[in-house]
């Protein structure tokens, strides 16, 4: 599938589309109406500048931007409905778990999105994480390169209390932002 005008994809399979009145839309690629079915980004254009999608998550929106000389995640409010957490990212999320997995190449984080605080990081002891390829059964998969471009994937088991599914219901779209450094 190759992007319209307005329009741009994104891993994980999500892409972003601006309608006819002007709104941008978020959708799933397998989304039969992507601008009924999508979700609004009901964000002022100026808000939005460097952003980029990193992942969907319960109706929630998270946007990577570059911030300079972060070390950990931080959790704050931009505007009213774009409070935001900065680091590097690749994320994952599955609806069924509270969490968004959040990588920077050499730490897993762990954000709770219902409270929206981080869990304590994980130190990944190797090479480099290129993404998250998924979290089933408190076991999270990922997929690396050296620093040959040899590329592999890797496993390891989470914390408990990190992989526990809560059901909940989740209807108000919001906004976030991951920035990065």
């Not at 939005?48 to 999608?53: F, Q």
């Not at 000389?69 to 690749?90: A, F, N, W």
């Not at 968004?100 to 897993?108: A, D, P, T």
């Not at 989740?170 to 450094?181: C, G, L, R, T």
Request: hydrophobic share 35%.
């Amino acid at each position: 599938m190759h992007p319209g005008i307005g329009e741009q994809l994104f891993w994980g399979g999500w892409g972003t589309r601006c309608r006819e009145d002007g709104k941008t839309v978020v959708y799933r690629m397998c989304d039969d109406e992507p601008e009924r079915d999508g979700i609004v980004v009901d964000v002022s254009e100026d808000e939005m500048i460097g952003t980029e999608l990193a992942g969907v998550h319960r109706g929630r929106l998270f946007y990577s931007i570059v911030k300079e000389g972060l070390s950990e995640p931080v959790i704050r409010q931009l505007c009213d409905k774009l409070p935001d957490c900065q680091r590097t990212v690749s994320a994952y999320a599955d609806d069924s778990l509270p969490y968004l997995y959040i990588e920077n190449g050499q730490h897993l984080f762990t954000l709770n999105t219902s409270t929206l605080k981080f869990l304590p990081s994980l130190k990944i002891e190797i090479n480099c994480v290129y993404s998250i390829a998924g979290v089933r059964n408190g076991i999270v998969t990922m997929r690396g390169i050296t620093s040959y471009f040899d590329w592999y994937r890797m496993t390891a088991r989470l914390p408990e209390e990190w992989a526990t599914p809560v059901h909940s219901e989740y209807i108000n779209a919001e906004i976030f932002a991951v920035f990065k450094d």
